[in-house]
């Protein structure tokens, strides 16, 4: 039971890393201003680093929303477009 | 597959249940333990050999031959000697037009000398072809100069070799072809204006025959070579009896078309410019000790016995020729007129005669053919040069009809490109020609005297003598074509055989650089995988092909997106919408770019995934997982892919990356018509996700999709 839930916590972890590794990258790549807007879907868990992803879009300046859509169990997120004061803008968490 | 033989019954009741399996027997044969070898069904893909491209190239070059089937290639000493000496017994066509051309300038009284001239040539000739009978016996898997001078001088003296010889090779098709040309507008005047076409129409056909193989070729070349003997020897005999009976040549060119007679002093320069333009005549008495490996066995003998005919043919009809012309006070013609040899043969056959265009036509065809001993010297000396890592891998391939192709097509595309910027003139193109040739005579020659001094075995003291007589007499030559043709054309050779021996050595580190990257120490024991794998697969909405590289994907790695690139947002929102709903457990990016273009964001993207990945651990692998449409005919290829071309392109040599095509085939209408019943039943609730009869007859869907 006990190596159940260690094997769990581990998964947990392994998955929302990789989620917020995949929204850095949009956050760079609507920053760097090759991409408008990068929309992900079905990411695992999105809600578990929503916050953490929240403070790296408003130090880049992008705009960020965490999208929830009825009849999907998972909430997209939409990362940009760029906000024009960065660091400082507030970002609606829906 | 289950092999057709009848059962066996033999003395245990279960050998007559055994079935034997050979799922491979239709493409290879069983060898050996953990051995099986190639079937020639095996190198033909299925869809290719239906194709019309395949069914052209089959015609155009016969049947795909087996490497077993090489040991039947080789040469008998009959058709050795017109494909290895072609080059050699043609320049007798035009090394006495080389001569006259250059003494006319010191008036008909300097003609006088160019017997003298030929019988000097003709020494050369018998000691270089003694020298290289010696070559054929010390170095019987061939190669000629470049082996010799690599491995009793040095590498590089290997490569000036090799370089002087590639060019004496492409020299030899554009000069051969240019001189055949001529032969035929020697009779046919018009034909002096469309010259080039016909040479480039010339060059293509050898190719062919060369593309075809080597015993195919020498069977198209043999008879030429023969019928120009023959004829040529008839000239001479005839032509030597008119003149021992004080009979007059049977015709005299008109004064007007003659080049006229110059004035000037005959003084040592011109007797030596005459004798450089003379040496042409020794212009491809190499090649047969480059190829004596195509003899048949003993190849070496075989190889010095064709050398001797060889250097005896020549000899004869290069003095017959000049004495009969010098005898008839033969002088060369204007640009367009005809040739010396054939003013010979008019003059001794009479202008117009049966025998007149017979001879002209077999001097045309053994010239046309001359070409073939470059084409087949140099594909062999590109592929020796290419194992050696001087040349591009691709030379040291063989076609499917055992052929050098890549060396074949590369002689053919120069030789075609010089005879375009000399405009197709023989007398223009000659200047370049011998100096490639001496200098690796001298380097072969040098290289054996050091190789007997090396070996020491029996009668090396004589041997030795007779390379170093034919070194010093090659490099006298040397000197005397190189300063003598300088100004006219020979600088330009002295400044390609550098810059190929620079080209031959960038190649050679580039080699050296990857070997030494790529090679494992002996020693060193290939690791586990140890980095992580991630999976970027490229997208343009949902259908069968995307899914399946999904599938492929998710194979691949736990972490696995799917990234759509686009500029229309509505497009784009629906796809996402799509894909939440029939592949909700891969993320999808979707990057909404400014721009119109595939390749750039997904670059972008590609190098920010790597940018955000932690600094403390190593970068994982990254596979682009392509999905690939593959269309059922060839036309269709032009519709789909072009931005995975694209794409694939760009992706190549990125670091830490791995691209991946996931081909998806198009099903016949039927079966696609069944896969689909098939998948409406399985998700059907009502039949419970069972399969109905026509699926049990149809064929298996597709196990990714």
Redesign the interface.
């Known amino acids: 039971m006990e190596h159940d839930r260690l094997r769990d916590a581990w998964l947990l972890a392994e998955t929302t890393e990789?989620?917020l590794?995949?929204i850095?990258?949009?956050i760079?790549?609507v920053a760097?201003g090759?991409?408008?807007?990068?929309?992900?879907?079905?990411?695992?868990e999105p809600e578990l680093v929503a916050a953490e992803a929240l403070a790296y879009a408003q130090a880049a300046g992008v705009e960020f929303q965490l999208a929830r859509?009825p009849g999907?169990?998972?909430p997209?997120v939409i990362i940009?477009p760029r906000s024009r004061r960065a660091d400082t803008g507030y970002n609606e968490v829906s | 597959m289950t092999d057709d033989r009848p059962t066996l019954h033999d003395r245990k009741p279960g050998d007559r249940r055994v079935r034997v399996e050979r799922p491979h027997s239709p493409y290879f044969r069983y060898t050996g333990p953990g051995m099986l070898t190639a079937k020639a069904a095996a190198s033909l893909a299925p869809a290719a050999s239906r194709g019309p491209l395949e069914r052209f190239r089959r015609s155009l070059f016969g049947r795909r031959l087996s490497n077993e089937e090489e040991a039947f290639e080789r040469l008998p000493k009959k058709l050795a000697l017109p494909i290895f000496s072609s080059d050699a017994i043609s320049s007798s066509a035009y090394a006495t037009e080389e001569i006259f051309r250059v003494l006319v300038v010191a008036g008909a009284g300097a003609l006088l000398i160019s017997v003298q001239m030929a019988l000097a040539i003709t020494v050369l000739l018998a000691v270089v072809s003694l020298s290289y009978r010696q070559v054929c016996r010390a170095y019987p898997s061939g190669g000629g100069a470049y082996i010799v001078a690599r491995e009793n001088l040095s590498p590089l003296m290997g490569l000036v070799a090799a370089a002087a010889l590639l060019i004496d090779y492409v020299m030899t098709v554009a000069v051969s072809t240019a001189s055949a040309v001529s032969q035929a507008y020697s009779v046919i005047p018009a034909l002096y204006d469309i010259r080039i076409e016909i040479a480039l129409a010339a060059i293509a056909l050898v190719t062919i025959a060369n593309l075809r193989g080597l015993r195919e070729a020498g069977l198209f070349f043999a008879s030429p070579t023969y019928l120009f003997i023959g004829l040529a020897f008839l000239v001479i005999a005839l032509g030597l009896a008119k003149l021992a009976l004080g009979q007059g040549p049977a015709y005299v060119a008109p004064e007007a078309q003659l080049v006229p007679l110059g004035t000037e002093p005959l003084g040592i320069i011109l007797i030596l410019r005459a004798f450089a333009a003379g040496s042409v005549a020794l212009t491809g008495v190499e090649a047969i000790a480059n190829g004596v490996p195509a003899f048949r066995p003993p190849e070496a003998k075989n190889a010095g016995n064709t050398m001797l005919t060889m250097a005896i043919l020549l000899g004869v009809l290069f003095i017959g020729i000049t004495l009969v012309a010098d005898g008839f006070g033969i002088r060369p013609t204007e640009d367009g007129g005809r040739t010396v040899i054939a003013m010979v043969a008019a003059s001794v056959f009479g202008d117009g005669s049966a025998l007149f265009y017979a001879f002209q036509a077999a001097t045309a065809l053994i010239l046309f053919l001359a070409v073939n001993t470059s084409f087949n010297a140099f594909p062999r000396l590109a592929a020796i040069l290419a194992k050696d890592e001087y040349m591009p891998r691709q030379f040291a391939f063989r076609g499917d009809r055992l052929a050098f192709s890549w060396g074949i097509v590369a002689l053919a595309t120069v030789s075609g490109l010089i005879l375009l910027a000399f405009g197709g003139d023989t007398h223009a193109l000659i200047p370049l020609y011998s100096v490639g040739v001496f200098v690796c005579f001298t380097l072969s020659q040098v290289g054996m005297v050091k190789h007997w001094f090396t070996v020491r075995e029996s009668g090396w003291r004589w041997r030795a003598v007779i390379n170093g007589l034919g070194a010093l007499l090659t490099f006298v030559v040397l000197c005397v074509v190189a300063s003598m043709k300088f100004t006219s054309g020979a600088w330009l050779v002295l400044l390609l055989i550098p810059l190929l021996i620079a080209g031959f050595l960038t190649i050679n580190r580039q080699y050296a650089a990857t070997h030494d990257q790529i090679a494992m120490r002996p020693d060193q024991v290939a690791p586990a995988p140890h980095r992580e794998e991630r999976v970027v697969i490229p997208v343009s909405g949902i259908n069968r092909a995307v899914v399946q590289a999904v599938n492929v994907g998710r194979v691949i790695s736990k972490?696995v997106?799917a990234v759509l690139v686009s500029d229309d947002h509505a497009h784009?929102e629906e796809t996402?919408?799509a894909?939440?709903?029939q592949?909700?457990?891969?993320?999808?990016?979707?990057?909404?770019?400014?721009y119109r273009a595939l390749t750039?964001?997904l670059l972008?993207?590609l190098e920010?995934?790597d940018?955000?990945?932690p600094a403390d651990r190593e970068p994982p692998i990254t596979f682009v997982v392509v999905p690939e449409y593959v269309p059922s005919h060839w036309w269709e290829r032009l519709l789909y892919n072009q931005s995975t071309a694209e794409l694939r392109r760009a992706l190549l040599g990125r670091p830490d990356t791995i691209v991946t095509n996931v081909p998806y085939r198009r099903e016949q209408p039927e079966s696609f018509r069944r896969l689909q019943e098939h998948e409406i039943a399985r998700d059907d609730p009502a039949t419970g996700g069972a399969p109905g009869p026509k699926d049990r007859r149809g064929p298996q869907p597709p196990a990714a999709v």
């Open positions: 990789r989620t590794l995949d850095v990258a949009a760079q790549l760097g090759a991409a408008r807007r990068v929309v992900l879907a079905s990411l695992p859509r999907v169990p998972t997209c940009g | 972490d997106r784009a996402r919408a894909w939440e709903r592949i909700p457990h891969v993320p999808l990016v979707v990057v909404e770019s400014p750039g964001p972008a993207y920010v995934l940018r955000s990945w």
